[in-house]
């Protein structure tokens, strides 16, 4: 036994190593007290040079489709005709259901919170997670997906989207609602 | 009479323990050496010998997979790479129990590359997504495979060479599975198992750089302690914040072991590594206060400094080793 301890070690230490990173990322995630659920839109870009017919944003608490064109005129901009229009999304991070919205079903609901930081305080951002198998993908295989990095303190974890199938880089976070 | 005296005082010492029998042979040995050693350039051109035929297989395998995949069906395709690899370990095999040790152990090099673009081949031919668990998942295999064959093939060095390779590799490849890196934005997960990695490396050098080893493995030994220290001083460099300061800790004990374990190349990466350092430190906390040329001048008097250092430490402590295994 004592013979072979360097030997044991070698191959306990990497092993360890991925068995601390693999409890840091899941507990967090098992422990993520989220309510609130988000709702979010893509395609939907109310700046820059080229713009869309209209994007929504939040007013009084409610989402609402903005019609920029009018606007555009007015100030003499240029509009883009929209590639793909904007699509508005809900999720949910307890159930980790996602579900996309009429502007009309949006509408209903009452937003209680604007911007990135829920209600409950954890910081949210949108973007893509590489699955790969680092610098030694060895038939250039992988499996990224879309989803949440989800921030508090000193924790962060990724919550991965569903399905996005639909969604882009630049998903836009209207607001929070129950 | 004093040829008598000579050879009673001879044996007196031989019995009291001061000299062997071995150590009043080897004064009249070099004759014989000469000639073995003649014997062994032979057998080392024969073995660069079939260290290039290997390289040319792979090379022979690559191109003509390079050239025709379009024309190769998927048989063809499975066939040239993954049953490449099979026939190839297969004859390894064979040649390891007709004693014909070094031949086997390349065409087991030659197999080790194949399959893995074998088992790639096969599974992007069976349109199989390969994605980080999969790769994880081959690379366990291989390492197992090549471990075990380590053990049934009389301990040729080339199997446990690529099992601590496929070992590595396969501690990334679970590390890219538990961990996505882009949105978490992080490198820290792999600097640290490149830290642990690099002690493994040591570890594993330290077990097959024992006396009782085979020359071969020895050697194996050797590069392992460089690749360990490689990736602990890389890994603990790049870390930054509280391993600014550790650093240091870490290079004197790299330093210390180096002379320990009597590893020239750990101490000439601790060299090059604290000189890495000292800019690093420089760079970030003294260019802005003492300026750049006070800077540079600074950094060159150090780094001269630590290479008077290592060669007075190598001269005392690895070329003493060299005379003593020479005597």
Redesign the interface.
């Known amino acids: 036994m004592k013979k072979n301890l360097p030997l044991i070690v070698a191959l306990a230490l990497p092993l360890l190593v991925v068995g601390i990173v693999l409890i840091s990322v899941s507990v967090p995630a098992q422990e993520l007290d989220i309510e609130h659920k988000v709702i979010f839109a893509v395609n939907n870009e109310p700046y820059g040079n080229y713009q869309d017919e209209y994007v929504y944003i939040v007013s009084d608490g409610r989402v609402e489709r903005f019609d920029i064109q009018e606007f555009n005129e007015s100030q003499h901009k240029r509009i883009r005709v929209p590639q793909e229009e904007p699509k508005l999304y809900i999720y949910d991070f307890e159930t980790e259901e996602l579900s996309e919205l009429s502007s009309e079903e949006a509408g209903q609901f009452e937003i209680v919170k604007t911007g990135n930081i829920s209600p409950e305080g954890y910081h949210l951002s949108y973007g893509y997670a590489g699955g790969s198998a680092g610098i030694f993908d060895l038939f250039g295989g992988y499996s990224g997906n879309y989803g949440w990095k989800i921030e508090k303190g000193n924790m962060s974890v990724f919550k991965e989207l569903p399905d996005t199938s639909g969604i882009y880089w630049n998903a836009d976070i209207l607001g929070w609602v129950r | 009479m004093q040829k008598e005296q000579l050879l009673q005082e001879l044996k007196q010492q031989v019995e009291a323990g001061n000299i062997s029998s071995a150590d009043v042979s080897s004064l009249f040995a070099e004759p014989v050496q000469t000639e073995t050693q003649k014997k062994n350039f032979s057998v080392n051109v024969v073995n660069v010998l079939y260290g290039i035929g290997g390289i040319v297989i792979l090379s022979g395998v690559i191109a003509l997979l390079a050239q025709n995949w379009d024309g190769l069906n998927s048989f063809a395709r499975i066939l040239v790479t993954l049953g490449m690899a099979i026939a190839v370990y297969a004859s390894a095999v064979l040649l390891n129990y007709k004693n014909h040790n070094v031949l086997s152990e390349v065409l087991s090099a030659v197999s080790y590359v194949l399959f893995?673009l074998g088992i790639?081949v096969l599974?992007?031919e069976m349109d199989v997504?390969?994605?980080?668990l999969?790769?994880?998942i081959?690379?366990t295999a291989l390492t197992i495979f090549t471990a075990t064959s380590f053990f049934l093939l009389k301990k040729g060095v080339v199997h446990i060479l690529f099992a601590v390779i496929f070992?590595t590799?396969m501690?990334?490849?679970?590390?890219?599975?538990?961990?996505?890196?882009?949105?978490?934005q992080s490198a820290k997960?792999?600097l640290?198992?490149t830290l642990?990695?690099g002690?493994?490396?040591g570890?594993?050098a330290?077990?097959f750089k024992q006396p009782q080893q085979k020359h071969s493995i020895n050697m194996l030994g050797k590069l392992l302690y460089a690749t360990g220290t490689f990736g602990l001083l890389v890994a603990s460099l790049s870390l930054g914040g509280i391993w600014d300061v550790l650093f240091v800790f870490v290079v004197v004990g790299t330093f210390l072991l180096s002379v320990y374990l009597h590893s020239r190349g750990m101490l000439i990466l601790s060299s090059i590594f604290l000189i890495f350092y000292l800019f690093k430190i420089t760079a970030e906390y003294f260019a802005q206060s003492v300026g750049w040329p006070i800077a540079l001048i600074l950094i060159g008097i150090t780094t001269i400094v630590v290479a008077i250092g290592t060669f007075k430490v190598n001269q005392k402590y690895f070329a003493h080793a060299g005379q003593q295994l020479r005597s």
Do not use: C, K, N, R
């Open positions: 893995p790639g599974m992007y997504q390969i994605e980080s999969q790769v994880s081959i690379l070992g590799m501690a990334y490849a679970y590390l890219g599975t538990v961990y996505s890196d882009f949105i978490m997960p792999y640290y198992l642990v990695l002690i493994s490396h570890l594993l330290y077990v």
